[in-house]
């Protein structure tokens, strides 16, 4: 490293916290840590996010130590600026899904699925930042037109992190800006016709650093990475290189698989989003994830240990009994509206076990999908890694293998959205051509027989709810 100091700091602003890190540059090894939480909800206001980085910094021992910081994010969240770099209105997150006849709009306007996807590699749906300005033009027009600027939420903490004040000093990376909606991961550019298209008019907008391009500096000298999404932020977090497929279970459901190429999938099912390093990271991602294991627990009153020992007793395929877990709308298949469904429900088969079963395969079957419509679209699965709070559940590590069709590699429990933020820190501060190698730790590979006929008994399911009006 050109610094002589020898820790880097990674930030995870995500939907329900902010966890920062602070980690030895050339091993890896986390040093000292610190978290704050998010307010609830679909959205919220950006300086609620300012305050729980202060906190989480603070509990981490400050920065004053540190050589460079990269903050990670959750993507999509839409947050505008006045001509005055003042907040226009709370952020709206990216499970907002208020936005969602604005995407069925965009995308008719543009000419369709198949349009969008070869302009932007991929199909307006709510979660995207461009269906949210749209929403904004049409529902609140004085905050439209008072918005100077349009960021992301990790765009706006590197921004206040550098004590930044004015527009242009606002920077992005390629893998934020490719869930914008209006820049393209295959063409390494904006479309700012998109961008009026949804909001009625220009906007200023990040510039979109290089993987490895210094964002500025904070006031204590520590040099700003560009920072990236959270799942890319995962991606290099875990050193995923192609061939992997990175499966995580946290608020969302998201399979990513790291590609050499860009996705442009007119179905709208796979996002062709870029990575961290300067290759792709195509996307399929579920709105209902690790809260359907949450949620289960709580309508069987038990923990979730108790519901994944219970899934654990009852055997594949529940009996006959799968869930449909629509419990939040639907993101992938596009169902905002949807909500959940128990089938095939009896007298038999109506126990506690069996509907502990059922969550968890249908939370997996959707998960599946995605694995399917990656493959589709040319990813090449060597290796599965599963990541996020849902996978801390024994239950959900056993049955990944029946339901995916392919062992699943665990690797060990870590913050890897703030990990690949620290990793990329310590790659703009070491100036090398590739990010650091850092120790890799201990996984779990779990292996066991698919069992074709849950997904097949799922598919049926799901059918019958997406044909309900």
């Known amino acids: 490293m050109t610094s002589s100091k020898r820790l880097v700091a990674g930030v995870d602003s995500s939907t329900q916290s902010c966890k920062v890190i602070l980690v030895d540059a050339d091993t890896g090894r986390v040093v000292r840590q610190g978290r704050a939480p998010h307010p609830d909800g679909t959205e919220v206001a950006p300086a609620a996010w300012d305050a729980a980085l202060a906190e989480a910094v603070s509990a981490a021992g400050g920065l004053d130590d540190v050589a460079a910081v990269a903050v990670a994010g959750q993507q999509h969240g839409m947050v505008c600026l006045d001509d005055g770099s003042a907040?226009?209105?709370?952020?709206?997150?990216?499970?907002?899904?208020?936005?969602?006849?604005?995407?069925?709009?965009?995308?008719?306007?543009?000419?369709?699925?198949?349009?969008?996807?070869?302009?932007?590699?991929?199909?307006?749906?709510?979660?995207?930042?461009?269906?949210?300005?749209?929403?904004?033009?049409?529902?609140?027009?004085?905050?439209?037109?008072?918005?100077?600027?349009?960021?992301?939420?990790?765009?706006?903490?590197?921004?206040?992190?550098?004590?930044?004040?004015?527009?242009?000093?606002?920077r992005t990376?390629?893998?934020?800006?490719?869930?914008?909606?209006?820049?393209?991961?295959?063409?390494?550019?904006?479309?700012?016709?998109?961008?009026?298209?949804?909001?009625?008019?220009?906007?200023?907008?990040?510039?979109?650093?290089?993987?490895?391009?210094?964002?500025?500096?904070l006031p204590g000298g520590a040099l700003l990475g560009p920072g990236a999404g959270d799942n890319a932020a995962a991606a290099l977090g875990l050193a995923a290189t192609e061939g992997d497929v990175v499966v995580s279970i946290g608020t969302s459901g998201v399979v990513t698989a790291v590609s050499a190429v860009p996705a442009a999938d007119a179905s709208g099912i796979v996002a062709g989003f870029?990575?961290?390093?300067?290759?792709?990271?195509?996307?399929?991602?579920?709105?209902?994830?690790?809260?359907?294991?949450?949620?289960?627990?709580?309508?069987?009153?038990?923990d979730h240990v108790e519901l994944s020992d219970l899934a654990l007793t009852a055997p594949p395929g529940a009996g006959g009994l799968v869930l449909v877990p629509y419990l939040e709308g639907e993101r992938t298949p596009d169902r905002p509206a949807a909500t959940g469904a128990v089938h095939g429900l009896t007298l038999a088969n109506a126990t506690a076990s069996n509907l502990a079963r059922a969550a968890v395969e249908g939370l997996l079957c959707g998960l599946a999908t995605g694995l399917d419509a990656l493959r589709g679209q040319g990813a090449v699965v060597?290796?599965?890694?599963?990541?996020?709070?849902?996978?801390?559940?024994?239950?959900?590590?056993?049955?990944?293998?029946?339901?995916?069709?392919?062992?699943?590699?665990?690797?060990?429990?870590?913050?890897?959205?703030?990990?690949?933020?620290?990793?990329?820190?310590?790659?703009?501060?070491?100036?090398?051509?590739?990010?650091?190698?850092?120790?890799?730790?201990?996984?779990?590979?779990?292996?066991?027989?698919?069992?074709?006929?849950?997904?097949?008994?799922?598919?049926?399911?799901?059918?019958?709810?997406?044909d309900r009006p």
């Not at 792709?280 to 627990?297: E, G, W």
């Open 274 to 302: 870029a990575d961290a390093t300067g290759r792709h990271l195509p996307l399929v991602a579920t709105l209902n994830a690790a809260r359907v294991l949450d949620a289960t627990a709580r309508i069987l009153g038990v």
């Open 173 to 217: 990376d390629r893998s934020d800006a490719s869930g914008t909606g209006y820049w393209s991961a295959a063409t390494e550019s904006y479309r700012t016709d998109l961008l009026r298209l949804a909001l009625g008019r220009d906007a200023v907008l990040p510039l979109v650093l290089g993987p490895r391009e210094p964002a500025g500096m």
């Open 382 to 466: 060597s290796r599965v890694l599963l990541i996020g709070g849902g996978a801390a559940s024994e239950a959900v590590r056993r049955i990944a293998p029946q339901i995916l069709g392919c062992p699943v590699h665990v690797p060990q429990p870590g913050e890897y959205v703030a990990l690949g933020a620290a990793r990329q820190a310590a790659w703009v501060a070491g100036g090398t051509e590739e990010p650091p190698e850092w120790l890799a730790g201990s996984v779990t590979v779990y292996d066991s027989p698919g069992v074709p006929a849950v997904r097949e008994r799922y598919q049926q399911a799901q059918e019958w709810v997406l």
């Open 87 to 170: 907040v226009v209105r709370p952020a709206l997150l990216w499970n907002d899904t208020r936005s969602a006849t604005a995407a069925a709009e965009l995308t008719a306007e543009l000419g369709g699925s198949r349009a969008w996807a070869e302009a932007v590699g991929l199909v307006p749906v709510a979660s995207f930042t461009v269906t949210k300005l749209r929403w904004l033009a049409e529902h609140e027009p004085e905050n439209a037109s008072r918005t100077a600027a349009v960021c992301l939420p990790h765009d706006w903490l590197t921004w206040r992190l550098g004590r930044h004040q004015g527009l242009d000093a606002l």
